[in-house]
């Protein structure tokens, strides 16, 4: 099957490390130019330098602003003249703990990023070029926002409620527009550095596939979603965890 993005325009949010910049570099690899975006640009700058100038664009904004969403769109659709992908993968996670303690501020910060990002982002991209011209848009949930009990409650709380959005906004935006969301496990990557670090690299997880994740299995769904060996596919929730959710003999 032929995974190509040649003449496709992405934009990918938290696109500066881990699992985000490891799908703007999968989308430039099959092809496609790509917009990324993350509050700092420092961060950004590394990642461009790391895939190649040529290939993408950086520009510094913040997940959680429509505003921000909106200046984002003009400037793909001025640069690069389309806008065929996008991927809401920027989150935050400000508390852990008990959600019946929770203070509001952090609930209201992490719904800002985790939920009302994607939102307002997906808004800015239907009604700038997607609702006329089609394309793809993929949430980046977790497997937190599958089950509840977890230490990261609001966390879930907003990944379970993105599982949802992208369930509704499936149903009405198509037939030209598709809206998957992926829930990955366990990914070795800074945002969940307190909860592998000290493991060590040859650790054997118990779950299925007794590995980590690493931002490329993330990626190479996040590839899959946004090309054409997905056009009947919407509304999907993907979960790549190594098997780690299903329970069983090792949980
Ligand atoms: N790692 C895991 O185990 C795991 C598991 C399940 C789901 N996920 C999900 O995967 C996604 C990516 O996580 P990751 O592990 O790759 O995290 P990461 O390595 O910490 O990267 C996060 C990215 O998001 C950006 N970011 C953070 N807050 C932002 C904001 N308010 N506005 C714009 N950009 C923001 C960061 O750059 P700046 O700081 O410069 O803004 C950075 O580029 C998240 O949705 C996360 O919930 C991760």
Redesign the pocket.
């Known amino acids: 099957m032929d995974i190509n993005l040649e003449g496709r325009v992405a934009v990918v949010?938290?696109?500066?490390?881990?699992?985000?910049?490891a799908i703007a570099k999968a989308y430039a690899d099959a092809g496609a130019k790509v917009v990324l975006?993350?509050?700092?640009l420092e961060?950004?700058e590394k990642a461009v330098a790391e895939i190649g100038e040529d290939r993408v664009h950086a520009i510094a904004?913040?997940?959680?602003k429509a505003e921000d969403a909106e200046r984002v769109v003009a400037e793909t659709l001025q640069k690069y003249g389309r806008l065929d992908v996008l991927v809401n993968?920027?989150?935050?996670?400000p508390y852990m703990g008990p959600v019946i303690d929770a203070e509001l501020p952090a609930w209201d910060k992490t719904f800002e990023?985790?939920l009302r990002?994607p939102l307002v982002w997906t808004q800015a991209v239907y009604r700038g070029w997607m609702k006329e011209h089609g394309g793809s848009v993929i949430n980046?949930?977790?497997?937190?926002g599958l089950r509840a009990g977890g230490p990261l409650a609001i966390?879930g709380i907003t990944?379970s409620a993105l599982i949802f959005l992208t369930q509704q906004l499936a149903t009405e935006v198509g037939p030209n527009v598709r809206v998957n969301v992926l829930?990955?496990?366990?990914?070795?990557?800074?945002?969940?550095r307190a909860?592998w670090e000290g493991a060590g690299e040859d650790a054997k997880y118990p779950w299925p596939l007794q590995r980590l994740?690493q931002?490329n299995d993330?990626a190479s769904a996040a590839l899959f979603l946004a090309s054409d060996a997905a056009s009947w596919v919407t509304g999907g929730l993907f979960v790549i965890d190594g098997g780690g959710s299903l329970g069983g003999p090792f949980s």
């Not at 993968?89 to 996670?93: H, I, L, W």
């Open positions: 949010t938290g696109a500066s490390r881990g699992i985000g910049a975006t993350a509050r700092k961060g950004l904004a913040h997940a959680g993968n920027a989150a935050t996670n990023v985790n990002g980046v949930a977790s497997i937190d966390y990944k829930a990955p496990g366990l990914v070795k990557t800074e945002f969940a909860l994740g931002p993330i």
